[in-house]
């Protein structure tokens, strides 16, 4: 009786193993129905494109904002200003995250999702897996795209080219690289509260531009928020927050405080996802 016992749930559990996908074919799923969608094609086009014209007109008006010509300034502010075309990328990012996820809800194709996929767990994680990728190879992109802009505009005007094996752009690099897929993963994590790509955008553009209101308050002000802020972290890390500015964090800091707007965001993105039905 006990073998009997044991064998039949055996086979429940193998019936209940081979029923349900695993992560990576769930993540396959997920890559599978994005590569049949034509508007995230569009937007990661026009997200690289963006991200170069951005980074050309920071760069041939930068005497008209900053006051110094191009040729007077040293290469790590060409290339910080360069890639500020990698904001654009991140902006764009933004609404694909949020999208891919409130589309879903939107056209009925979540219940389709959550039938394939009964986990929400696991369906959750394939989306912010998914989310993160396009993330990093926008980013990736961009910052290349950017970067071979700034080239082209120095080679244009008899400028010396930038160095692109130096210690202080390759952090500059990879600080832009990490903001795409970070924000990214911001803006899908609220779409799954929101169920709504203009509320998730609107939450995570309010998340990474609030730095702006708070450099209009006083010092204290600045000094006490600025550091709570993804922004900062961000900047820190790309080496643009330096010792004594109130954005500044050291880098262990930094890494501390991205990991932990990750954490509550996609921590009650879950929570939302797993208690409410579809």
Do not use: C
Not at 27 to 50: H, N
Not at 174 to 180: E, N, Y
Not at 224 to 231: A, D, H, K, N, T
Request: charged share 10%.
């Amino acid at each position: 009786m006990t073998n009997i016992q044991h064998k039949t749930q055996g086979e429940r559990q193998e019936r209940s193993s081979t029923s349900e996908p695993g992560l990576h074919a769930t993540v396959a799923s997920e890559v599978l129905k994005l590569r049949t969608l034509a508007f995230p094609k569009v937007l990661g086009l026009i997200s690289i494109v963006l991200s170069a014209l951005t980074a050309v007109l920071f760069l041939v008006t930068i005497e008209a904002t900053q006051g110094d010509p191009l040729e007077a300034l040293p290469a790590s502010d060409v290339a910080s200003t360069a890639l500020l075309g990698v904001d654009a990328t991140a902006i764009v990012l933004i609404v694909l995250g949020g999208w891919l996820v409130a589309t879903e809800y939107a056209s009925g194709m979540i219940h389709t999702s959550m039938v394939a996929t009964p986990n929400r767990l696991k369906l959750y994680t394939a989306k912010l897996i998914v989310t993160a990728g396009l993330g990093m190879i926008a980013g990736l992109l961009a910052a290349v795209v950017t970067l071979l802009s700034a080239q082209l505009v120095l080679i244009a005007q008899g400028i010396p080219a930038l160095n692109f094996l130096d210690p202080e752009l390759l952090r500059m690099s990879f600080g832009s690289l990490l903001m795409v897929p970070f924000y990214a993963i911001l803006a899908a994590a609220a779409a799954f509260v929101l169920r709504s790509t203009g509320g998730a955008v609107v939450v995570t553009l309010a998340v990474m531009f609030i730095p702006a209101v708070i450099n209009m308050l006083p010092s204290a002000g600045q000094e006490l928020l600025l550091p709570l802020l993804p922004s900062s972290a961000l900047a820190s890390i790309f080496g643009l927050a330096e010792v004594g500015d109130p954005a500044h964090l050291v880098p262990l800091l930094a890494a501390v405080s991205l990991l932990v707007w990750w954490v509550v965001f996609i921590g009650f993105g879950f929570a939302r996802f797993a208690r409410r039905d579809a």
